[in-house]
């Protein structure tokens, strides 16, 4: 009977490049992403938005396919799925990004104008939105794209100007001049989270300052004698025994030559430096705290360009690098600077632009954390209502609540939510944090602002999504934006809805480059996605890199892991390949090995449901793709297929044909999460004469297969098989026995004639027989498991003395000749590398041979350790 096989073309790799988009369009044309609330229970995941900044980059990659392996299993699962994709506008990055382009070509946004800068900024969001969402698609997303939502669109817009005046009006917001961090290089505030602090070798100066009507100085270590024009007064401990007798006098601040209070406080640290500091209040956040308790003068000096402004006298107009060199020079010559001495600091730089952050003072908007934050509090560490994987993410979170500052909310910028008119009282173009918009993400992206009142404790009543798609199933997101994002969208769940925003949140770990670094758009170190999508296709792509994704664990990026996931991939399309080679035959004598076989591999399949199913709650993906390919290759693969293959000469009954199938099929489901495209395409071709393989439903919204009771006996049996079926491969390996050659295995236990008949079969056996009596060890190959001796009868053909004698004679001389080539220097001189190297090969090869036919020789082959 012909072969299914010949009725279908396949090819002898899937083609991923010819059929991925085919199939996403199939699913997206057929809405199987879409979600509308219904019956079911409902699993909902917000997409952490990527920024509008460029094209995706392999932390991208790793987070959205963790986030889609959840959801189609889910959706396997029976739940109703919705996956809520998005878009950031990300205020700072991408006016940074655009204002270089715009300096290119030799123009500012100043010049060309708030109007046409927000046209250009549009016109970058429709082009990068369009890559990302392609992008997006290419790995497999299965988003529903209905729900698309941008930080910039009019809800959200309407969402965030609502909270920002019913703040504002509660007595949440305030706005003040104070200390504030600044990027020179995007000309804007910066929250505490969005700076980044790198060790950095840095000098500390000694400088003198003389005492007023006094022959004696005071030694001041500062890191930035730049700022020296802004001091208004030296600070040391009250306890500090040295400096005791000159607190309240006054000092003379070496090139202003302005008098300057000695103050004392306990915030000086007497063991660092010289246990004196100069203060300078415009210029140091905990400066200016010692300075309001002190009542000192602010004098400021650094504009907002990173210069000098006149307060510098000569030095004005100066950066604050130069004008640093300039100063040391200056106080160099006047004998000023004592000393200077290297040390290790941490230095704050801008998480946007990777420019050194300078503390100015600046009008700015902030919000009232403490007021907000004491239930989000209390239920992520008393109540642990919301699922936190890792757990070692709650000490980073209680450290965050403990060093809680006030979050300043402006930024100044152009490209942003803009601050509400009614709150203002200039005219300046300020914009919003962009954090302020994601927030809230979880409650507007079902319209939870505009339709609910959060001083209203029954805002649930007017908005059915919210309803039921609230609270978030699951956050998958990096830890590296805990405490700009998920700890501020908790807060604002209990605040606004009073409920949690999540029920579970798994924070993966950080694709690094090979130099351990973060891989990021902003550095442009990752690799180019679009190249390794044709390269490898989505399916391979994405086994790589949850592979090499532990959980929780950061990751430096190796392309190679792509390889290990077309292995995956081709494995399971040449079992498809061989699957279909089956021919349907009336029932033969071998029923019975056949079923027992069966009986094996379902169970086996059943344990491994129940194993993967535990891990899955524990997010540990990696594990899981682990074992279903380990299972997949040596248990379902080079056992079970190439046992039935064997003993049934490719020739099935209809009714065991149909059992592999179902089982191949359940194979498939549980691999489609890692592997969505090959499991979809081989499952829309499985179709086989009277329906043993045919489905019309596709793949993506199958059942995922249930638990079932475990036959422990039959797994544990064929446990003892596969042990002794290792062990006659390693004496084929270590003794060089061909595969083909038949071997006598003896041992105590009698096996039944199934047990019997699958080992003889799996081994390339003779026989198997009973141990009568104890047999001659120099005749036998021993070894034991589980207390049973196994005996392999050493076949003449390898174990017969003066054959090996003969032949180690042959190989030494055969070395010997090697040796002299590879000692002769006109043989080395004139020889082509190639030819050298596979002499040194032939060389290493009878080494290896001489070593084996010793120990033959030698051996009484008792036993392998």
Not at 546 to 575: H, S
Request: aromatic fraction near 12%; charged fraction near 25%.
């Amino acid at each position: 009977m012909n072969s299914i096989k010949n009725s279908i073309k396949i090819e002898k790799e899937y083609n991923f490049i010819k059929n991925d988009k085919i199939i996403y369009n199939y699913w997206e044309k057929n809405k199987y992403f879409n979600s509308l609330p219904d019956n079911r229970l409902s699993y909902v995941v917000i997409m952490p938005p990527p920024n509008i900044t460029g094209v995706l980059h392999m932390g991208h990659i790793l987070n959205n396919t963790i986030q889609d392996v959840l959801t189609r299993k889910a959706r396997l699962e029976g739940f109703n799925t919705c996956w809520v994709p998005g878009l950031d506008h990300a205020s700072i990055a991408t006016e940074h990004k655009l204002i270089t382009e715009l300096k290119k070509k030799g123009i500012s946004k100043e010049k060309i104008g708030l109007k046409r800068f927000l046209k250009i900024a549009t016109k970058w969001k429709i082009k990068y939105s369009k890559t990302i969402i392609k992008q997006l698609k290419k790995i497999g997303c299965s988003c529903d794209w209905q729900r698309l939502k941008f930080s910039l669109d009019d809800n959200f817009s309407k969402s965030v100007n609502k909270i920002f005046i019913t703040l504002y009006k509660d007595g949440y917001l305030y706005k003040k001049y104070g200390i504030v961090n600044w990027d020179t290089k995007t000309q804007t505030a910066l929250s505490n989270e969005e700076i980044q602090y790198k060790m950095c070798r840095v000098k500390l100066y000694y400088i003198k300052y003389h005492i007023q009507n006094d022959n004696n100085y005071i030694i001041v270590a500062t890191r930035r004698p730049e700022t020296i024009f802004a001091d208004t007064a030296l600070c040391v401990n009250p306890t500090d025994k040295r400096y005791l007798k000159y607190i309240n006098k006054k000092v003379i601040v070496p090139i202003s030559s302005k008098e300057i209070p000695i103050i004392a406080d306990n915030y000086v640290d007497k063991k660092f430096g010289s246990g004196c500091v100069k203060i300078t209040p415009a210029h140091d956040y905990n400066d200016k705290l010692i300075a309001e308790r002190h009542n000192l003068e602010i004098i400021n000096l650094i504009d907002k360009n990173g210069k000098l402004n006149k307060s510098g006298l000569d030095f004005a107009g100066k950066s604050v690098k130069k004008a640093r060199i300039k100063i040391i020079e200056f106080l160099k010559k006047k004998n000023y600077l004592l000393k200077i001495k290297e040390y290790n600091s941490q230095i704050g730089y801008s998480e946007r632009s990777n420019t050194e952050v300078e503390q100015l003072l600046s009008s700015q908007w902030f919000l009232k954390m403490n007021l907000l934050v004491k239930k989000a509090l209390h239920n992520i560490h008393q109540k642990d209502i919301i699922k936190l994987y890792p757990k070692k993410i709650k000490k980073k979170i209680k450290d965050w609540f403990i060093n809680l500052k006030d979050w300043n909310i402006s930024r100044q910028l152009w490209w942003g939510h803009r601050i509400p008119e009614c709150c203002k009282t200039d005219k300046k173009v300020e914009v919003l944090d962009t954090w302020f918009s994601a927030w809230i993400w979880p409650i507007v992206i079902f319209n939870g602002i505009m339709n609910n009142n959060y001083n209203n404790n029954n805002n649930y009543n007017n908005n059915y999504e919210l309803q039921y798609y609230y609270p978030i199933t699951e956050l998958v997101t990096g830890d590296d934006i805990l405490f700009f994002w998920v700890i501020r969208m908790i807060i604002a769940g209990f605040f606004f809805l009073k409920k949690k925003p999540f029920k579970n949140i798994y924070f993966n770990g950080i694709v690094k480059d090979s130099n351990r670094l973060k891989m990021s758009k902003s550095l442009g170190n990752s690799p180019n996605i679009n190249k390794i999508f044709n390269k490898y296709g989505a399916d391979s792509v994405r086994c790589g890199i949850l592979i090499m994704a532990p959980i929780g664990k950061d990751m430096v990026f190796n392309p190679e892991t792509f390889l290990i996931g077309n292995k995956i991939k081709n494995k399971i399309w040449n079992a498809f390949k061989l699957i279909l080679t089956f021919n349907i035959t009336p029932p033969k004598n071998n029923i019975e090995i056949n079923n027992y076989l069966f009986s094996w591999i379902k169970n086996k399949f059943y344990l491994l449901v129940k194993l993967i199913n535990k891990l899955f709650k524990k997010y540990k993906l990696s594990k899981v793709l682990i074992i279903i390919s380990t299972f997949f290759k040596k248990d379902f693969c080079s056992l079970f297929l190439e046992s039935t293959k064997r003993v049934n000469s490719y020739k099935l009954t209809y009714s065991f044909l149909k059992k592999i199938s179902k089982l191949f099929r359940n194979i498939l489901i549980i691999f489609h999460p890692f592997i969505p495209f090959m499991t979809e395409y081989i499952w829309s071709i499985l179709k086989l004469k009277n329906n043993i393989f045919h489905n019309k439903k596709p793949l993506l919204i199958q059942k995922w297969p249930t638990e079932k009771t475990l036959n422990i006996n039959i797994l544990n049996e064929f446990k003892i098989i596969n042990k002794i079926i290792l062990q006659i491969r390693k004496f084929r390996e270590i003794y060089k026995v061909s595969k083909k050659l038949k071997l006598l295995v003896v041992c105590k236990k009698k096996y039944n004639k199934i047990k019997n008949n699958i080992l003889i079969l799996l081994g390339n056996l003779k026989s198997i027989k009973c141990l009568k009596k104890n047999k001659n060890s120099n005749k036998y190959y021993t070894f034991i498991l589980d207390d049973e001796i196994y005996l392999i009868k050493r076949p003449k053909e390898i174990f017969d003395r003066k054959k090996i004698k003969h032949e180690l004679s042959y190989y030494k001389n055969y070395l010997d000749k090697i040796i002299l080539k590879l000692k002769n220097s006109s043989f080395l001189k004139k020889a082509p590398q190639k030819i050298i190297n596979l002499e040194k090969q032939k060389k290493r090869y009878c080494l290896n041979k001489i070593n084996l036919l010793k120990f033959n020789l030698t051996s009484n082959l008792t036993s392998i350790k």
